[in-house]
């Protein structure tokens, strides 16, 4: 048996075993013991393949820049980050815009804000759209995080990339969903035209919150692996996938509300399924990354 053989049939077998993703593990140890990490391999690994949880924190700090490619700056680094948290917080507690007993999401929404210039003049202020999305965000956050510090990290730096980095791209997204929908399955966008159900289909709740609040979290970390390693795309396949899965149910509602309440709060213990297709998906129409570990 050549080695190739050998690895593909230890692959396999891992799989039907209950270990996939053994080998992706070790490929992923090699790439972040180089002293200088290369980011271009790391992002080609997150897109291939979901990222083992005891590194997925690690991983998304180095691809959101919250730590330089450098191994040895990284604990002067997060020290800074710490110390640049406290500061924050302490300000946030002394102009009485927080305390003790604020939800620990809300105190990460007033220190993005007031990092960003964007703090109201009263706590007591209604939340903008953007402070709602944030919430979303970080509460999802929290439940994949365990950290606090590295959780306003992620969180404020995964929304920076959204309005920056995606800010053209995600207004385009709802139009690439009814596209490829359309070439996977015409009939059921036929009957959502039917039913003016496109436009008001769950747009925000997908692409501006990236499923926060309708998919697990242990779902959620797998779609936004390759969000944050660049591919704001598969939320389309997400959103597509969803709609192949529930195609039974949202075939027999003949009204819009019906259909985006529904879609709204899809049932939760079909998400690991719907992932996984909606990344072979997002392979099959847009290609794999070579992966040059």
């Known amino acids: 048996m050549t080695e190739d053989s050998q690895r593909n049939f230890r692959s396999v077998y891992y799989e039907k075993v209950g270990f996939r993703g053994v080998e992706e593990k070790k490929s992923l140890e090699i790439l972040l013991k180089d002293d200088r990490l290369d980011i271009e391999k790391l992002c080609t690994f997150s897109q291939r393949f ?172 797998r779609v936004w692996d390759k969000v944050v390693s660049g591919s704001c795309k598969i939320l389309v396949f997400v959103a597509v996938e969803i709609l192949l899965t529930f195609k039974i149910k949202v075939m027999a509602l003949n009204n819009s509300e019906k259909i985006t309440k529904f879609l709204e709060n899809i049932p939760q213990d079909s998400s690991d399924a719907i992932v996984s297709k909606a990344i072979d998906l997002w392979h099959k129409h847009c290609g794999t990354p070579v992966h040059s570990a």
């Open 50 to 221: 979901p990222l083992p949880s005891m590194y997925r924190a690690l991983v998304w700090k180095v691809l959101l820049g919250i730590l330089p490619p450098h191994h040895e700056s990284h604990a002067q680094v997060m020290m800074y980050r710490r110390g640049q948290y406290s500061d924050v917080l302490h300000a946030l507690k002394v102009i009485r815009f927080v305390s003790d007993a604020t939800p620990q999401v809300e105190v990460y929404l007033r220190m993005y804000q007031l990092e960003s210039g964007k703090l109201p003049r009263s706590p007591s202020f209604p939340l903008e759209p953007e402070d709602e999305v944030f919430l979303a965000i970080a509460k999802a956050m929290e439940e994949m995080v365990e950290d606090s510090v590295d959780c306003y990290w992620i969180t404020r730096c995964f929304m920076n990339q959204l309005n920056s980095k995606y800010r053209d791209s995600l207004p385009q997204l709802p139009k690439a969903f009814e596209q490829y929908l359309n070439m996977e399955d015409s009939r059921l966008l036929s009957h959502l035209k039917m039913c003016s159900a496109v436009p008001k289909l769950p747009y925000d709740l997908w692409f501006k919150r990236c499923f926060a609040g309708c998919l697990p979290e242990s779902s959620l970390q």
